[in-house]
């Protein structure tokens, strides 16, 4: 990653942190904030650091997706939807959270709003307006089915000096009401990053907040109005290939070469989220069976040590075998978590070595010499060291005089 003149520290929670997802109305029968809270202890023995929960507010009902509409389609950003509980249960579980350790952060939709919420018809010079002064549908890839059809909500207009205000006192509100410790910012590419920048500002003066980004837009790391962006390339470019039996260890590589290089645009400060599952993997492109087969756990071992910081997408502990449904109830079926200490490893792992922190406290990778079908590194931070070596085969490797089983690993 190449250096850059504009240093941006991170608060120390997030340093050799791992994040976990939560989706409120999947993740128990009663989906409710209050069963989320229940299961904080087994979160905590799971030992994640951040939670981040979708969004947690009241959905649009005009042109809304299923019976239960989209978590995206916000028609009130300062109050908790019905479905999930009260604003009283949400302070709970922040609270709750905090005494067990975690830290909270939540989806933030700054880009849009359902059409019936109050702005539409109050600030109508918030919108975004077609020819005939109407607002219009938010819509993607015109023609396609897929869950890029916003047609449930309306763009907001960032011209306007009233919505800005507007929209960062409502995310003020989560923080001095709920305690929040940062956002999670949908779409944050589409919404100007002068408001970003200037949101993390005034946000950090009530307390140092947590920002990740769902973009990969490097600017959004050298304005530093992000602590940390989407890195989409390793999932979409690599690991679903790798799963797919359509390429291995060559492009690992290959991909791992083109992060050294100085002509990223990245620069050293920034966090990258890494990932083999999320809401949107899960719901439109596939289960972890579906897109990674026999190599999901090789390439969950590399979400965790390569740079950056992981995420779990909640279920995976239990090899989640569903898509869940974006629209209506579809719960999480808990079986017997059976990939729990597989992945409480990982997370021990991360936390007993500082050369596996994200960003600028973190060890570089330095390849290590490997088969063909294999991928070895090494980080390196003063006396820490961790060496990794994947089998990226469905045949056995032999790496330094180690077996490596079909998709398996050593790490020392």
Not at 121 to 144: C, I, M, Q, S
Not at 321 to 329: D, N, S, V
Request: aromatic share 12%; hydrophobic share 45%; net charge negative.
């Amino acid at each position: 990653m190449s250096a850059t003149p504009v240093d941006m520290p991170h608060l120390p929670w997030t340093r050799q942190a791992v994040l976990y997802q939560i989706n409120v109305r999947q993740y128990s029968q009663a989906g409710t904030l209050a069963a989320v809270r229940a299961d904080l202890p087994r979160l905590k023995q799971l030992g994640v650091d951040i939670l981040w929960f979708m969004p947690w507010q009241p959905i649009g009902r005009l042109h809304r997706k299923g019976s239960l509409g989209s978590y995206y389609s916000i028609s009130d950003y300062t109050a908790v939807n019905p479905e999930f509980g009260t604003l009283s249960d949400a302070k709970a579980l922040v609270a709750e959270a905090h005494r067990l350790g975690f830290k909270v952060i939540l989806d933030w939709v700054a880009n849009h709003t359902a059409w019936d919420h109050p702005w539409a018809t109050a600030h109508k010079d918030w919108y975004k307006l077609n020819a005939r002064g109407e607002v219009y549908a938010v819509t993607f890839n015109e023609g396609l089915p897929s869950e890029e059809h916003w047609d449930d909500v309306v763009a907001l207009n960032y011209g306007s000096a009233g919505l800005r205000d507007a929209m960062i006192d409502a995310m003020k509100f989560w923080v001095r009401e709920v305690d929040l410790d940062g956002f999670r910012c949908d779409v944050a590419s589409l919404v100007p990053t002068d408001f970003w920048v200037r949101a993390r500002r005034e946000l950090d003066a009530l307390k140092p907040m947590f920002l990740l980004a769902e973009s990969d837009a490097a600017e959004l790391h050298t304005s530093t109005a992000f602590d940390m962006t989407y890195d989409w390339s390793l999932a979409d470019e690599v690991f679903k290939k790798i799963g797919k039996g359509e390429a291995g260890a060559p492009l690992l590589k290959q991909w791992l070469a083109r992060q050294q290089s100085p002509t990223t645009g990245y620069p050293a400060h920034a966090y990258r989220m890494r990932f083999t599952s999320n809401h949107d993997f899960n719901s439109w492109h596939g289960t972890d069976a579906e897109l990674y087969g026999d190599a999901y756990p090789a390439l969950a071992v590399l979400s965790f040590t390569l740079p950056g910081m992981p995420l779990i997408y909640n279920g995976q502990e239990s090899r989640l075998t569903q898509r869940l449904a974006f629209f209506e109830k579809d719960a999480i079926d808990w079986k017997r978590h059976e990939l729990a200490d597989f992945y409480a490893g990982l997370v021990a792992l991360k936390h007993q070595h500082p050369a596996l922190a994200a960003g600028q406290y973190g060890a570089p990778l330095t390849l290590l010499d490997s088969r063909p079908d294999v991928v070895a590194f090494e980080r390196r931070l003063g006396s820490d060291r961790v060496r990794v070596a994947v089998n990226l085969s469905a045949r056995e490797q032999v790496w330094q005089g180690q077996t490596l089983k079909p998709w398996g690993w050593v790490l020392s």
